[in-house]
């Protein structure tokens, strides 16, 4: 893109396009003009050396020292400061829209910054409400206890199925299995269909617990049954043992009981009379199959449910309770920062919303001064370029007119004086040294 615009000023027209090739003409090597030689800077300290009294300035500046370095200096960059001016004064037909977009970038980090701070200001609240802390705190210490115990087991997950619903689910059918097997038996018994109803659904639980209890014991029994386990310890896993041992007797005595007792009666109840028919329609009933039959099912629904048990549990019941109260607490801390994390997010979109406008309006504004923000850009990087080249050359000039002076003092072939308004007071040659010298500032 040409740009061709010009803009007055009291030296007449000024092309953006010459003012800014001029700028990007005042070479490196102009700004090392400023250089000067040893000899010459030798030269010059010695003439100030002859006097026997050298004054300086309060930048430490002597009357040599500005002949020979400081107006070089300036001049150089006086020459700089022209040719700038010239280029900012092109630019000022576009240094609208260039401040506008300055401007935008501007707001656009204010709205991170405050973005940023929202987001820790959010977590500073969220690590100081006692209820965090505690949740916090209880998830760090259980993850801790599982993070071992999975070491310690090889990193394999713990069988949970027996902590779950479904689990209860599984042996609840168990018992419903064991109510279709005796409640004929009962009622048959007893003779009253709620107290055989009842009788079922007792009996059923106790099955159902019965197998519970031996699947999980068989499951865990070289850990329960360890020698590193106190008599006690064991002693308890015994009486449980013996309890569920009694349960399952009970069902199976009672239900076998039951069966045969409702034979007798139903041979009993055959038994009236010779019928025309004979055995024709008559069922025969057999005590002792039909209490076989009764004990291998209700048999058969235990071992169900104790395999259930079995596959349900793990080797490890510790690993069980420690896994299961580090879900707990890991799910009460994912529910907190749920909370959190939905307000770092409003947060983070408002402040998205609000930048993507800024950034889309500056980018807008730039395709409009495109190129001469590239010559903004290069001036000012380029600017850089010759201030450090001539801060550079300054130093060593004055870094070798301080050396003679110093070796001058330090033979007793003058002395040094510092001037400050009409104040005159001696220097040592050791706060001269470690005096900095001042040029004039960068334009």
């Known amino acids: 893109m040409s740009v061709s615009n010009e803009t007055d000023n009291k030296d007449g027209p000024v092309d953006l396009n010459q003012a800014f090739r001029d700028a990007m003409g005042f070479t490196l090597g102009r700004a090392r003009a400023v250089s000067a030689s040893i000899d010459t800077l030798r030269s010059q300290a010695e003439e100030e050396i002859a006097f026997g009294h050298i004054n300086i300035d309060e930048n430490g500046i002597t009357s040599g020292m500005r002949l020979t370095i400081i107006e070089p200096e300036q001049e150089v960059r006086a020459e700089w400061r022209h040719l700038k001016s010239r280029f900012e004064t092109a630019m000022q037909p576009y240094m609208a829209d260039i401040t506008a977009i300055d401007d935008l970038r501007q707001q656009v980090n204010k709205i991170k910054a405050k973005r940023d701070q929202q987001l820790k200001g959010i977590e500073l609240e969220l690590t100081q409400d006692p209820r965090f802390i505690n949740v916090d705190e209880n998830y760090s210490r259980s993850k801790n206890r599982y993070d071992d115990f999975r070491n310690k087991h090889s990193n394999r997950d713990a069988q949970m199925f027996a902590k779950k619903k479904i689990y209860w689910v599984v042996l ?76 399952l007797a009970i069902v199976l005595c009672f239900t076998g009981w039951a069966r045969w007792a409702a034979a007798l009666e139903a041979m009993h109840n055959q038994g009236g009379g010779d019928s025309i028919l004979g055995n024709v329609g008559v069922v025969q009933v057999n005590p002792a199959r039909d209490v076989f039959i009764s004990l291998i099912a209700n ?107 110093l070796n001058a003092v330090n033979n007793g072939k003058a002395k040094l004086y510092l001037v400050q308004g009409t104040a005159t007071r001696p220097v040592s040659p050791t706060d001269y040294y470690r005096m900095t010298v001042k040029p004039a500032p960068v334009a």
């Open 172 to 247: 609840a059918l168990v018992l419903l299995t064991e109510c279709f097997v005796n409640y004929h038996a009962f009622n048959a018994f007893w003779g009253v269909p709620a107290v055989a109803l009842g009788t079922t659904i007792i009996l059923g639980v106790l099955l159902a617990l019965a197998a519970h209890q031996h699947g999980e014991l068989f499951k865990q029994w070289s850990y329960r049954f360890a020698p590193s386990k106190s008599p006690g310890e064991r002693a308890g896993s015994w009486r449980m043992f013996a309890l569920s041992s009694a349960a």
């Open 299 to 405: 048999l058969g629904a235990w071992m169900v449910g104790v395999i259930i048990s079995y596959v349900g549990h793990d080797s490890d019941p510790d690993y069980m309770d420690i896994t299961k109260q580090y879900h707990i607490h890991r799910k009460a801390w994912e529910k907190m920062q749920a909370v959190m994390k939905a307000r770092r997010q409003h947060v983070v979109a408002t402040a998205d919303k609000e930048i993507e406008e800024k950034e889309r309006a500056a980018e807008t504004r730039s395709k409009a001064v495109k190129p001469q923000l590239n010559m903004l850009r290069q001036v000012a990087i380029y600017q850089q370029a010759i201030e450090a080249e001539i801060k550079a050359v300054t130093d060593a000039n004055v870094a070798t007119y301080k050396d003679v002076l």
